[in-house]
């Protein structure tokens, strides 16, 4: 015998239609999301010519070259969510005083496919911008006569322009688009009203045998010493050996002092060893994993060298150096 097929009850029905509504619902959604145009998706993958169709090109700043043009929409960047732009990067420069990053794309007019990304990073100060510059420093850089510190590589530019530090890099290293892009560099100095400014700091430290383009400026913890701040070093080729060279300045002679004497202190309780030399006990060298360190003071400024590898070219090096700071202090 046949059995009879039970049919569905009313409410099996009702059930069975609403879910049927809500993959309707879902997949119109999803059309429709993606349908709607998103700036911020779009400028994140690969340009071209129907890119740059739906790019918001009239947002062009006004110191763009006339042979380049608008290529994404503009960003702009906090420190809230720097991390969505430069995951990765974001905590040297939160740790340096980050304010905010303007950023965007722009192509020659001439050649959509050559392209070049800029970033603006205000920094707040001019030595929280040069401190990240020098902290980014390639190695490959050959400098540039566009601002004070600045200089340029393969495929890219940097440099620093009052309280911003500016990279540029382009898709490829065309000579069109780096001369454009110099040009946008230009532009932009010009219009930020930024008067060229220099770190009267650097000028404490020698200059005869130093390396060009070794200037950095560390903010915070420099050599792992956590009381040691706004330190402006330089590197230093003496006699075959490198050696790098300090200086910070204190409110006033005391806290010199005082800074010196926990530098110091510092180094010795992480095994190192002071050496015996003429002069004051507080002047005395410091052996720590085989290299030399020398620390002192001159008025309200605190120097000497870092990790020298030998200790004739690290006593001739902090010498000319405390000469300086002497001459400065009178």
Same mark, same amino acid.
């Given at each position: ?17 609403? &879910? ?37 090109? =009239? ?8 042979? #380049? ?11 809230? /969510?720097?991390?969505?732009? &430069?995951? =990765? ?10 304010? $905010? ?24 100060? #001019? ?10 420093? $390639? ?11 600045? !200089? ?5 530019? !940097? ?18 688009? @780096? ?20 770190? =009267? ?11 060009? =383009? ?55 309780? /992480? ?14 060298? &410091? ?6 360190? @020398? ?28 000469? $300086? ?6």
């Amino acid at each position: 015998m046949r059995q009879s097929v039970p049919h569905p009850g009313v409410t099996e029905k009702t059930v069975g239609y609403l &879910i049927l509504f809500c993959l309707a619902a879902i997949a119109a959604g999803v059309f429709i999301k993606q349908r709607t145009f998103n700036p911020a998706v779009l400028v994140a993958q690969p340009v071209g010519e129907a890119f740059v169709g739906q790019a918001n090109v =009239g947002e062009a700043v006004a110191w763009l070259p006339p042979e #380049l043009k608008a290529f994404g929409a503009p960003e702009s960047f906090t420190p809230d /969510n720097l991390y969505d732009k &430069i995951d =990765g990067k974001a905590e040297l420069y939160l740790s340096a005083g980050f304010v $905010r990053l303007n950023c965007q794309r722009f192509a020659l007019k001439s050649a959509l496919d050559q392209w070049l990304e800029w970033f603006v990073y205000d920094m707040g100060t #001019l030595p929280k911008a040069f401190s990240v510059f020098t902290v980014q420093r $390639r190695p490959e850089g050959q400098p540039l006569d566009l601002t004070q510190y600045s !200089y340029k590589t393969q495929n890219a530019l !940097y440099f620093v322009c009052g309280s911003n530090y500016i990279e540029a890099v382009a898709s490829s290293p065309n000579e069109s688009l @780096m001369q454009a892009m110099v040009a946008l560099a230009r532009n932009f100095v010009t219009q930020s009203g930024s008067s060229e400014s220099s770190l =009267g700091q650097l000028d404490l430290l020698p200059k005869e045998n130093l390396v060009p =383009g070794s200037y950095t400026l560390q903010t915070a913890n420099a050599f792992g010493f956590d009381q040691f701040t706004n330190v402006y070093t330089a590197q230093y080729k003496i006699g075959g050996s490198e050696i790098l060279a300090f200086v910070t300045s204190c409110p006033d002679v005391p806290k010199a002092a005082a800074l010196r004497d926990a530098y110091r202190a510092f180094l010795l309780e /992480n095994g190192g060893k002071e050496l015996s030399a003429t002069g004051s006990a507080a002047d005395k060298p &410091i052996e720590i994993m085989d290299t030399i360190e @020398m620390v002192f003071s001159a008025g309200s400024y605190v120097a000497g060298v870092h990790s020298a590898p030998r200790m004739e070219p690290a006593a001739k090096l902090a010498a000319e150096l405390r000469s $300086r700071l002497e001459q400065e202090s009178k």
